[in-house]
């Protein structure tokens, strides 16, 4: 079964400055897709930015971008230029082939002034 | 376009009700998935509706069961509820043709009493 894990329950970042956040996950299908989404206190579980495993390319979304490293089973958020807005709480997320999406424990990320 | 919608906001019941939840997908979207949201957790898939049928379970009891109608929105109904089912419920849909990531709705609140 496939299963993802983010070992960072809670982090802080100036505004402005870069913060990485991050997740492993494990699985033994080969074709796959990533994830993260950002959950707001409004609940809404908004798409931040999505890698196929195929591609050895990271994505790249304005100031989101990611570190996916498959060998490792590696998957980083990266966020610059941190803004107030970028407060929530951030999933990680496996989507296998049959369309069943596995989530992280998140990440609650606060933005300091 | 409005995007997936869910009804209702919030909901609260007492042990042993039944409730049921509904959500309408977003437009030429037809497969729709559940999933419960713990507080400080990560979603946790329920299941997932295609051309109304369930198409796949998570690792949930019998007491949750679902429907798609022919429009493709859907309900989720938990029968005997358990105080265990107090949870945020989100309903994502899928694109036609595009089945790569899932658009969410803003979740039902569900308290049980």
């Known amino acids: 079964a496939q299963t993802v894990t983010q070992s960072q329950p809670e982090m802080s970042v100036q505004e402005a400055e870069t913060v990485t956040l991050s997740c492993t996950y494990d699985?033994?299908?080969?074709?796959?897709?990533l994830f993260w989404y950002k959950q707001p206190p409004s609940r809404q579980m908004i798409l931040v930015i999505r890698q196929e495993a195929y591609k050895q390319q990271n994505a790249t979304e304005n100031r989101f971008s990611v570190n996916f490293q498959k060998a490792a089973k590696s998957f980083s958020l990266k966020i610059s230029d941190s803004q107030l807005g970028d407060a929530a709480m951030y999933f990680c997320?496996?989507?296998?082939?049959?369309?069943?999406?596995?989530f992280g424990k998140g990440t609650r990320l606060h933005i300091l002034p | 376009d409005a995007g997936v919608t869910q009804s209702p906001t919030h909901l609260i019941k007492t042990r042993g009700q039944q409730v049921t939840l509904r959500c309408s997908p977003k437009s030429g979207h037809d497969t729709v998935s559940w999933y419960q949201q713990a507080l400080g957790q990560g979603p946790q898939f329920i299941f997932q509706y295609y051309e109304e049928e369930e198409r796949q379970r998570g690792n949930f009891p019998d007491r949750f069961s679902g429907h798609q109608f022919p429009n493709y929105s859907s309900e989720l109904n938990v029968n005997a509820l358990l105080l265990g089912d107090s949870a945020l419920y989100l309903c994502?849909?899928?694109?036609?043709?595009?089945?790569?990531?899932?658009?969410f709705g803003p979740g039902t609140r569900l308290t049980v009493l």
């Open positions: 699985t033994s299908e080969s074709d796959y897709y």
């Open positions: 994502a849909s899928t694109p036609q043709g595009s089945p790569t990531w899932q658009y």
């Open positions: 997320a496996y989507r296998n082939r049959d369309d069943k999406i596995i």
